[in-house]
């Protein structure tokens, strides 16, 4: 449902993502990880259309991202990182616009805002303006924006970051619950998000895609089963991987 | 391909964001006593004891001058700083279509504010005898004047995440864009032995020349074209700037 190829972005000389090439099937979750800055977040923006590859495709639902953007974007659902919202407006009158691009209109478009609010535990916000919104409001109201329209497809730039451990487990229920009938991919540095959620794991450090599997055969490549090891040993050069 | 719907959802939301701070009424109370203030007192509307708008158009220019930009700096700017830029370029709409909304929203508003300057017509019609005809082409040409000033806002706005920044751009564009239609400036330049033609070329791309044309009460299709053609060049800048530079 979902294939990336050789995907590949440079920044003038600098090379942020290297001929990354992955598919995942529905009812998967895949983990996306790396450390800061490995080019996760530059990979999702590249899946998600924000901006275009220097070269290698990514096919959503079977429409190419950059041929045929508009189509692709339809199955797609976003989160972007830090949650960004238009603060001026209301939680509700966000999520009409946001159901309005997605072209919806009168009742449904009420059942459309009305399931996602209730779906992102959002009943108790509704009317207030998002500028006043905690950080975890804030987060839940993004989500509900990227759920609004059913995605085939879900895409979350580190959905739990700066949540406390509550609101963690509440967004990590919520990916739960939607994972039998979609792709979803969350990207994340967080290692125990990987274990509670996730059925396939992709590491990718400085760019390049260095493991591609389930996090079980991923923590078994440790002696002692410890993913912070595996994870470490992936992604850290090795002259500094020596103690 | 462009969908009007979207170009709709998208003006309904940047139109109505105007008024969801103090920000629209100040702007319009601002708009409304500096033309106020520049046509009666700067432009001495009483006494030259004449019933026409010829003061108000004279002075509009520079009003736009200092309020446009304020207006538009924030179209791409702000989606830039806070980042929602992202959410919006990864909804299933086109640039375009996002980059047409926002600018049919802030011209929209300048339009309202042109429209409260009413009772400056209602003034004139109760002193005297103006010619209405005039004064239609006077705020046609006011109106097209603010869309190419609020085109070059918002190719402004997309220079740079900084709203400071696109205000300056946008005024030290739209300032020169005024100024080479100046007598002051085309007389300056006659006197530097500039060939004519040159400078008729010159003036003739001026915001100020087509619409001292306009504000005599002449309509040619060719100052109209004129003022299409300046919104439609900068809405692509904007594009290309946007396109290029969106992830920055």
Same mark, same amino acid.
């Given at each position: 449902?979902?294939?990336?190829?050789? =995907?590949?972005?440079?920044?003038?000389?600098? !090379?942020?993502?290297?001929?990354?090439?992955?598919?995942?099937?529905?009812?998967?979750?895949?983990?996306?990880?790396?450390?800061?800055?490995?080019?996760?977040?530059?990979?999702?923006?590249?899946?998600?259309?924000?901006?275009?590859?220097? @070269?290698?495709?990514?096919?959503?639902?079977?429409?190419?991202?950059?041929?045929?953007?508009?189509?692709?974007?339809?199955?797609?659902?976003?989160?972007?990182?830090?949650?960004?919202?238009?603060?001026?407006?209301?939680?509700?009158?966000?999520?009409?616009?946001?159901?309005?691009?997605?072209?919806?209109?009168?009742?449904?478009?009420?059942?459309?805002?009305?399931?996602?609010?209730?779906?992102?535990?959002?009943?108790?916000?509704?009317?207030?303006?998002?500028?006043?919104?905690?950080?975890?409001?804030? !987060?839940?109201?993004?989500?509900?924006?990227?759920?609004?329209?059913?995605?085939?497809?879900?895409?979350?730039?580190?959905?739990?970051?700066?949540?406390?451990?509550? !609101?963690?487990?509440?967004?990590?229920?919520?990916?739960?619950?939607? @994972?039998?009938?979609?792709?979803?991919?969350?990207?994340?540095?967080?290692?125990?998000?990987?274990?509670?959620?996730?059925?396939?794991?992709?590491?990718?450090?400085?760019?390049? =895609?260095?493991?591609?599997?389930?996090?079980?055969?991923?923590?078994?490549?440790?002696?002692?089963?410890?993913?912070?090891?595996?994870?470490?040993? =992936?992604?850290?050069?090795?002259? =500094?991987?020596?103690? | 391909?462009?969908?009007?719907?979207?170009?709709?959802?998208?003006?309904? #939301?940047?139109?109505?964001?105007?008024?969801?701070?103090?920000?629209?009424?100040?702007?319009?109370?601002?708009?409304?006593?500096?033309? %106020?203030?520049?046509?009666?007192?700067?432009?001495?509307?009483?006494?030259?004891?004449?019933?026409?708008?010829?003061?108000?158009?004279?002075?509009?220019?520079?009003?736009?001058?200092?309020?446009?930009?304020?207006?538009?700096?924030?179209?791409?700017?702000?989606?830039?700083?806070?980042?929602?830029?992202?959410?919006?370029?990864?909804?299933?709409?086109?640039?375009?279509?996002?980059? /047409?909304?926002?600018?049919?929203?802030?011209?929209?508003?300048?339009?309202?504010? /042109?429209?409260?300057?009413?009772?400056?017509?209602?003034?004139?019609?109760?002193?005297?005898?103006?010619?209405?005809?005039?004064?239609?082409?006077?705020?046609?040409?006011?109106?097209?004047?603010?869309?190419?000033?609020?085109?070059? %806002?918002?190719?402004?706005?997309?220079?740079?995440?900084?709203?400071?920044?696109?205000?300056?751009?946008?005024?030290?564009?739209?300032?020169?864009?005024?100024?080479?239609?100046?007598?002051?400036?085309?007389?300056?330049?006659?006197?530097?032995?500039?060939?004519?033609?040159?400078?008729? %070329?010159?003036?003739?791309?001026?915001?100020?020349?087509?619409?001292?044309?306009?504000? #005599?009460?002449?309509?040619?299709?060719?100052?109209?074209?004129?003022? /299409?053609?300046?919104?439609?060049?900068?809405?692509?800048?904007?594009?290309?700037?946007?396109?290029?530079?969106?992830?920055?």
């Amino acid at each position: 449902m979902l294939t990336v190829s050789n =995907l590949t972005k440079n920044f003038g000389s600098i !090379q942020a993502v290297k001929d990354v090439s992955f598919t995942v099937e529905k009812g998967e979750v895949l983990g996306f990880l790396g450390p800061n800055g490995a080019g996760k977040s530059t990979s999702m923006r590249m899946i998600t259309g924000f901006i275009p590859p220097t @070269s290698g495709s990514a096919t959503i639902c079977g429409y190419d991202i950059v041929v045929e953007p508009v189509k692709a974007k339809q199955c797609i659902g976003y989160l972007p990182e830090n949650a960004p919202l238009y603060n001026n407006m209301k939680v509700a009158e966000f999520l009409n616009f946001i159901g309005k691009i997605r072209g919806f209109k009168g009742k449904t478009l009420k059942a459309k805002v009305d399931e996602a609010i209730a779906k992102s535990r959002l009943e108790s916000v509704y009317n207030r303006s998002i500028e006043d919104l905690s950080k975890g409001y804030r !987060q839940r109201t993004c989500f509900a924006q990227a759920i609004l329209h059913d995605p085939q497809v879900l895409i979350m730039d580190e959905p739990t970051d700066g949540l406390d451990p509550n !609101q963690k487990f509440v967004v990590r229920q919520m990916i739960k619950e939607m @994972s039998a009938d979609k792709v979803i991919i969350i990207s994340t540095h967080i290692l125990e998000e990987v274990d509670a959620v996730c059925s396939r794991v992709i590491v990718i450090a400085d760019g390049k =895609l260095v493991a591609n599997s389930t996090p079980d055969k991923l923590r078994a490549t440790d002696p002692q089963g410890r993913m912070d090891i595996v994870f470490r040993n =992936l992604t850290m050069p090795e002259d =500094l991987n020596n103690d | 391909m462009t969908n009007t719907r979207n170009i709709s959802t998208i003006f309904k #939301r940047e139109f109505k964001s105007y008024f969801d701070s103090p920000v629209a009424y100040v702007f319009l109370v601002a708009f409304l006593v500096l033309t %106020g203030v520049m046509t009666f007192i700067l432009q001495s509307y009483y006494e030259r004891r004449q019933a026409n708008l010829t003061p108000f158009f004279q002075m509009i220019p520079w009003v736009y001058l200092l309020l446009i930009p304020a207006s538009t700096m924030g179209l791409w700017a702000e989606e830039r700083r806070t980042g929602t830029i992202e959410l919006l370029l990864t909804l299933p709409v086109t640039l375009m279509e996002a980059l /047409i909304g926002k600018f049919l929203a802030a011209w929209a508003f300048i339009g309202i504010a /042109i429209g409260l300057t009413f009772p400056i017509v209602i003034t004139t019609a109760w002193l005297g005898d103006p010619d209405m005809g005039a004064v239609f082409c006077g705020y046609l040409g006011s109106f097209l004047l603010a869309g190419a000033c609020v085109a070059i %806002g918002i190719f402004s706005s997309a220079l740079s995440r900084s709203q400071v920044i696109g205000f300056v751009i946008a005024l030290s564009i739209s300032l020169f864009m005024l100024i080479i239609g100046i007598d002051q400036v085309i007389g300056a330049l006659a006197q530097w032995r500039v060939p004519s033609r040159i400078v008729n %070329g010159i003036a003739s791309l001026s915001l100020m020349q087509h619409f001292d044309a306009m504000r #005599r009460g002449v309509i040619d299709f060719y100052d109209i074209g004129y003022y /299409i053609g300046i919104m439609v060049f900068m809405l692509s800048a904007a594009h290309f700037v946007t396109e290029s530079r969106k992830a920055s």
